[in-house]
């Protein structure tokens, strides 16, 4: 079975500081996905990262793929009160059903 | 833009009771899936559907069952409601191939079950 570990669940910080959400796995996946969520809304794709050692920006935003493709990590420069919300990671179900694994997901609060 | 809808976004029901939720996408995907998510849990497939009447289940599927006659809806029961059924469900779709597996999601219904 495989599963992703997220950490840490809760984080709370002041606007301005930076963090990082770790996605951690003992099962390689094909790709793994960024989702955040805001309150009463569904997830939404951030980004895919396919490649071992892969590295993508989206503004703020930088996410890794490990070497190995087993885990991820997201960090936020400079956090802002709009990046608020919950940050789910989600691997590619090895079977190529199109299922995802999720990790249980971080919430990050930025106070101003 | 891909549109996922569920029928409600809050419902109240009370233990015993059949519930439908319903979700409708329209933008022609094969896979559907219905997750439940609870805080600190993440969120946890209960059955998806690659096509029309062809359902699995995922890896929570006791006490629920699913629905999916046409391809752009794909239905949850839960045939006799419980409390530990209240829950945040989520409906989503995508089409294999394209996108990387991207999932679409519906915005959720919050069942709440007395």
């Known amino acids: 079975t495989q599963l992703l570990e997220q950490s840490p669940q809760f984080l709370s910080i002041q606007e301005g500081e930076n963090l990082t959400v770790y996605c951690n796995s003992s099962?390689?996946?094909?790709?793994l996905q960024w989702y955040r969520q805001e309150p009463g809304e569904g997830p939404v794709l951030l980004v895919t990262?396919?490649?071992?050692?892969e590295v993508k920006k989206l503004k703020r935003l930088t996410f890794q793929f490990g070497d190995a493709r087993k885990d991820s990590s997201l960090h936020i420069t400079a956090a802002q009160p709009g990046d608020t919300g919950l940050y789910l990671c989600?691997?590619?179900?090895?079977?190529?059903?199109?299922?995802?694994?999720f990790g249980q997901g971080t919430t990050l609060q930025v106070k101003p | 833009d891909v549109k996922v809808t569920q029928s409600s976004r809050y419902l109240v029901k009370r233990t015993g009771e059949k519930v439908f939720l319903e979700c409708v996408q329209d933008?022609?995907?094969?896979?559907m899936f219905w997750y439940r998510q609870d805080p600190g849990l993440g969120l946890r497939l209960i059955y998806f559907?690659?096509?029309?009447?062809?359902?699995e289940k995922g890896d929570i599927p006791e006490g629920y069952s699913v629905s999916r006659e046409k391809k752009e809806r794909f239905s949850l029961i839960l045939e006799s409601a419980s409390t530990n059924q209240t829950s945040m469900y989520l409906c989503?779709?995508?089409?294999?191939?394209?996108?990387?597996?991207?999932?679409?999601f519906g915005p959720g219904t919050r069942l709440t079950v007395l």
């Open positions: 559907s690659y096509d029309v009447k062809m359902k």
């Open positions: 989600a691997g590619v179900d090895s079977s190529n059903t199109g299922k995802l694994i």
């Open positions: 933008m022609d995907h094969e896979n």
């Open positions: 990262v396919v490649t071992g050692g």
């Open positions: 099962s390689v996946f094909s790709s």
């Open positions: 989503a779709s995508s089409s294999p191939g394209t996108d990387t597996d991207t999932q679409y």
